[in-house]
């Protein structure tokens, strides 16, 4: 009705606009969950899982996790030819699942954790989803100043999670809660595997994210307080979900090292360079019955390499191909302009 009281007769427009420029353009005429779904893409696309049981143990689930950039040569291919295309493939990570008996002896530290429970029960509930609002006590992530960091925050958080569904799916680690009906977590357990953790995963990958992000604009002066404070809140995160009965200690260290992996491994493809990437190695069951203490397991920034915690020796920097991600460079710059 508005329409038809202020158009008048219809004429021929000769308003021709042209194409958008390039991705950036296109990056800032996109809606938000559109650019979501093309940096999930860019992020997960070149990933990929390899599942196993080649351990000493022929039970013991593995996976190991790939970077994939493949080149298409200068001279394009007919249609209907294939190309030959130039793939370098980088090993990630490698997990390899505790046994069951393991986990059987880690179920004490979680039930050691339980007297626990009334004091963080509000935690535990308020960190069901992704738990960004307890990294803004830590940083000013006031969404008005800030809102591509936290765009940039919440593709960190959904990548990692669909990279854990990934793994959990091949190691296939049971939960605590089938392990003994005394356990009663007190928020709803996830209907997926235990191993390794989705909120450390989720928790340390957007700590680890924020760190390169203050470093690249000098926001931290150079001080690590900031950095060691996003480590501890990130760890607070992973052992609320020990405390709720929902996870394992060792689920935790996994999700940490595969968190921060992944950290390194966005900021690179954000940056389009060949950032060194923590390529890691897990074996499960060397973490015993030990527990995932902060003290025990991080001096500074670092994870420390124990425990079944180990480097690869593909530390380098990623190799990149078609799967180069234009979008996500886009969003890394403008949260970049944010914090300057």
Request: aromatic share 8%; net charge negative; charged share 20%.
């Amino acid at each position: 009705m508005a329409r038809d009281g202020i158009a008048g007769y219809w004429q021929h427009s000769t308003r021709t606009p042209p194409h958008l420029a390039d991705s950036d353009a296109y990056a800032r005429f996109s809606a938000p969950w559109v650019r979501a779904i093309t940096m999930e893409n860019e992020i997960v696309g070149p990933l990929v899982f390899k599942e196993r049981n080649d351990c000493d143990d022929a039970n013991t689930p593995a996976v190991s996790i790939y970077h994939t950039a493949k080149t298409i040569p200068d001279a394009a291919p007919a249609l209907g030819d294939v190309a030959d295309l130039e793939t370098q493939t980088q090993l990630l990570a490698d997990l390899i699942a505790p046994t069951p008996a393991i986990l059987a002896q880690q179920l004490d530290l979680v039930a050691n954790y339980i007297p626990q429970r009334s004091e963080r029960l509000g935690e535990a509930v308020g960190q069901i989803g992704f738990p960004t609002p307890f990294f803004e006590t830590v940083l000013p992530l006031h969404p008005a100043s800030r809102k591509f960091t936290r765009e940039l925050v919440s593709i960190a958080q959904s990548s990692a999670s669909e990279v854990v569904i990934r793994v959990k799916k091949a190691l296939r680690c049971r939960r605590p809660n089938e392990f003994s009906p005394q356990l009663q977590p007190i928020v709803p357990t996830p209907g997926h595997g235990t191993l390794p953790s989705g909120h450390s995963t989720e928790a340390f990958v957007v700590a680890r994210m924020l760190d390169h992000l203050m470093n690249d604009t000098g926001y931290d002066g150079g001080a690590s307080d900031w950095a060691t404070m996003l480590l501890r809140q990130a760890h607070r995160i992973a052992v609320n979900r020990t405390v709720a009965g929902v996870h394992f200690p060792v689920d935790s260290l996994a999700g940490a090292a595969l968190g921060l992996m992944l950290g390194d491994y966005i900021v690179s493809l954000a940056k389009q360079d060949a950032g060194e990437i923590g390529a890691f190695k897990f074996v499960g069951s060397e973490m015993g019955s030990r527990d995932f203490l902060f003290g025990s397991y991080f001096a500074g920034t670092a994870l420390q390499l124990q425990d079944g915690i180990s480097e690869l020796p593909q530390n380098v920097g990623l190799a990149h191909g078609v799967e180069d991600a234009p979008t996500l460079a886009w969003l890394w710059t403008k949260a970049m302009e944010e914090w300057a």
